[in-house]
């Protein structure tokens, strides 16, 4: 009798621990942006509050998944990691929470408000900025002659740099780029790109590169052609881009002309329940505030989203090298640059993404 | 003893009619064996047929507008959409009030997301206006008219209430025109724009590299499973295993291994060019275009021809063979008149596999098959994934069933299906 009393106990206990051992499934891209986020939020955030945090590398696939987890009911995600564009889609859809930045994110340290703190960069009522990153163009040195690109039209420019280019197999930023460089004012882009006539500019204007480019459609594929030599340059995330430079020391440079930004960050998926949602909402606090966004750039070229983080940007954690003169947002980089129209693209995505599949196939 | 003699039905021993009886022992045996395969057939249908099928109803249901804007709905069967002008102020303030709801429920934004697939501009028409609208109380805050158009101006465009007035159906097959490159307009049934036509083409072009994927595939597998059924055993299995290893390898390893292959700077060029072959400057374009995606698809669905040819050649007795060479058959008239008939089971078999696990492929044109190798399943994936267009997924995803259905009705036809064996 007393031996089946203690098995009860220790079953009863064995099951409240259980519940008790908090757990979260986190949701990010993978590779080396999984493990920065590992290294400067999860490790911390797990040894203050005891709650394991479990990575499911799915962000890719995000919005698919989660609307199928919405309909079925049973949403397995409590803090998703996705591009700005998903986070205003799944804002859209009713598939993420809103937020409220002044009550549930932190303020800086020097009490200046969350909401100004992110600024502009709060571009959905359920996004939670983390870093800024941009599309950019890497060249690799000993292939470009003796004038080296410095500006972004150099892509279109058979003649000054013969041999293959590669670009993303989707109009996105193409499209900007190619009216810019068919003499389009860099504000007029997009009321140009709004027109059919515009769009078939931009088209024409990528007609002309169309037999040298290699079309990618994974962030890896410009590292692995520039390496092998495959293109002279080629457009990717401007982190791709620095672990071929400074990790791997490939002859690569980066092209930072007309750089696109664009943000990536949190999203809650809406209809959590009341406890997960609490504890996503602890996460988020924690893992935003001035001084983790700036961890993070210890182990990835992504700029901090918080205004207040920037200057607390230190050095690589393996490199040893200053990681500010690699940001997207440094001075020296950002000296021509474009924003990601989230609105518009939100718009005219199908539409001109529908074109520009057509444009291919020809 | 005595019931032999006896006149009338046979009885079985407890005295019910044997005929009965032996009714009852059927229908208990198939019961049983119906028990025994009920595990699987409900795992079946649970994980696969419903789900398929609620799939496939997703290219025409069409709830979202009726749902979202039921008064407007309603409203707007009394405008005339060939008026030329726009609807009354009922119809605002019908609109005013389902927006209120909707806005509340946070479902108008997703209602612009649907009809922006129809019309560019909806998406952030529904959003924008939403946050002024929501500002607004339908019961005393009219005439509606003037400030909806002044919210937005897209509210003062005919074309707007005429998307929405077509696209205001339940059951819509809106989906399954833009699936063959036309669209639903309020003048019924019209061809996309040329430069939007892209489609039919990837159904076409998907059939045809499958066809030549599965012909090629026949051509290589033909010798090696020959090979494999007359060779000792001791040689053959080590060819077989030369045969499965690949077959064992992850898909995208192969994949990618044949980007090393075939790249310009890759194997096969720099072998090329070092020989002397090829000119530097003049190297091979053998990736990201059709003559990639050929080749490594041949190579990855290979062993799924190899294998049931192989299973069928073994059971050709080489008597036969034999028997036709002693009297006096040349090698060619051996093979082509008895050999090979019996082996048409292998190769249907083998045709049939290929075939529809080509037409489904994804991941390797994606990844080898530049802008011209890729099949009507990256745009699934596409519309799956990135636009969120799941109707239009659906629609390309049923069309791309039934022809492969039908094209397995014609296979059953010419062929026959009785001829297909794996082994």
């Known amino acids: ?362 | 003893m005595t019931d032999a003699t006896q006149s009338g039905p046979m009885l079985a021993a407890d005295g019910t009619p044997l005929k009965k009886s032996l009714a009852r022992s059927l229908r208990r045996r198939k019961l049983r064996a119906l028990a025994l395969i009920a595990p699987l057939l409900l795992f079946v249908l649970l994980s696969f047929v419903i789900p398929i099928v609620s799939m496939l109803f997703r290219s025409v249901e069409n709830g979202i507008v009726a749902e979202t804007l039921p008064l407007t709905v309603v409203e707007l069967k009394n405008w005339d959409a060939e008026s030329g002008e726009l609807p009354d102020e009922a119809l605002y303030a019908a609109f005013t009030k389902d927006m209120v709801v909707a806005i509340d429920e946070k479902t108008h934004t997703r209602l612009g997301s649907r009809l922006n697939y129809e019309q560019t501009g909806m998406s952030s028409m529904f959003r924008r206006s939403g946050r002024q609208i929501k500002k607004l109380d339908p019961e005393t805050d009219g005439p509606f008219k003037d400030k909806l158009i002044d919210i937005h101006d897209g509210w003062g465009d005919i074309e707007t209430w005429r998307t929405i007035k077509t696209h205001a159906v339940p059951i819509t097959n809106g989906y399954f025109l833009n699936a063959i490159d036309m669209r639903r307009t309020p003048e019924g049934a019209q061809a996309q724009p040329e430069d939007k036509q892209i489609l039919i083409k990837l159904f076409g072009r998907t059939l045809m590299m499958s066809l030549i994927i599965t012909a090629s595939c026949i051509l290589l597998a033909y010798p090696v499973s020959y090979l494999l059924a007359t060779l000792p055993m001791r040689v053959s299995n080590l060819l077989m295993i030369l045969v499965l290893l690949p077959f064992w390898t992850s898909l995208l390893v192969r994949t990618s291994a044949w980007k090393v292959m075939l790249q310009q700077q890759g194997v096969i060029n720099e072998t090329l060019v070092w020989l002397g072959l090829v000119a530097d400057d003049a190297r091979l374009v053998i990736i990201n275009n059709q003559f990639g995606t050929i080749i490594a698809m041949t190579h990855i669905l290979l062993p799924f021809m190899i294998l049931p040819m192989y299973s069928v050649m073994q059971t050709i007795p080489p008597s036969y063979t034999r028997a036709a060479k002693s009297m006096g058959a040349t090698n060619w008239t051996t093979f082509w008149r008895i050999y090979f008939p019996q082996s048409i089971p292998g190769i249907g078999a083998g045709s049939i596999l290929v075939f529809i696990l080509a037409i489904g492929y994804y991941i390797t044109p994606e990844i080898v098959g530049g802008t011209k190798g890729v099949f009507i399943s990256n745009r699934i994936a596409y519309h799956i994934s990135s636009s969120l267009n799941w109707g239009l997924a659906a629609a390309l995803g049923t069309i791309l069933l039934a022809v492969v259905l039908l094209l397995y009705w014609c296979y059953d036809k010419i062929v026959g299906i009785d001829n297909v064996k794996l082994g």
């Open chain 1, 1 to 362: 009798m007393k031996v089946k009393t203690t098995l009860m106990a220790s079953a009863i206990a064995a099951v409240a621990g259980g519940a008790m051992a908090e757990e979260m499934t986190i949701v990010s891209w993978g590779g080396a942006y999984s493990k920065s986020q590992l290294k400067a939020y999860h490790e911390p955030y797990s040894e203050k509050t005891g709650v394991t945090i479990l990575n499911d590398d799915s962000s890719a696939e995000a919005v698919a998944k989660l609307r199928a987890m919405n309909e079925a009911g049973n949403i397995t995600w409590d803090v998703v990691d996705v591009v700005a564009a998903d986070a205003i889609r799944l804002c859209d859809e009713g598939l993420a929470m809103e937020i409220d930045p002044d009550v549930h994110l932190a303020a800086a340290p020097d009490g200046t408000s969350a909401a100004d703190d992110f600024g502009d960069l709060l571009v959905s009522d359920c996004f939670i900025p983390q870093i800024v990153y941009s599309t950019t163009f890497g060249y690799r040195t000993d292939l470009v002659g003796d004038t080296p690109p410095t500006d972004v039209c150099a892509v279109f420019d058979l003649e000054a740099y013969p041999g293959k280019r590669s670009l993303e197999k989707r109009p996105i930023n193409n499209m900007e780029w190619a009216l810019i460089c068919d003499g389009v004012a860099k504000d007029d882009v997009y009321d140009v790109l709004a027109t059919a006539e515009g769009q078939d500019q931009a088209l024409a204007k990528l007609d002309t590169i169309k037999d040298s480019v290699v079309w990618w459609s994974a962030g890896a594929d410009t590292p692995q052609l520039l390496a092998d030599g495959e293109v002279i340059m080629g457009s990717t995330y401007n982190g791709r881009l620095f672990s071929v430079i400074e990790e791997q020391k490939q002859p690569v440079a980066m092209l930072w002309d007309a750089q696109v930004f664009d943000l990536d960050g949190w999203i809650i998926p809406a209809g959590l329940s009341e406890e997960r949602t609490q504890r996503a909402l602890d996460y988020i606090m924690f893992a935003t505030d001035t001084q983790r966004l700036a961890d993070q750039a210890k182990y990835i070229s992504y700029g901090p989203a918080r205004a207040s983080s920037a200057p607390l940007v230190g050095q690589h954690a393996d490199l040893g090298i200053d990681m500010a003169p690699h940001m997207p947002t440094d001075p020296e980089n950002a000296k021509n640059t474009f924003l990601y129209n989230y609105e518009f693209w939100a718009d005219y995505r199908d539409d001109i993404d529908a074109k520009f599949q057509a444009w291919l196939a020809q």
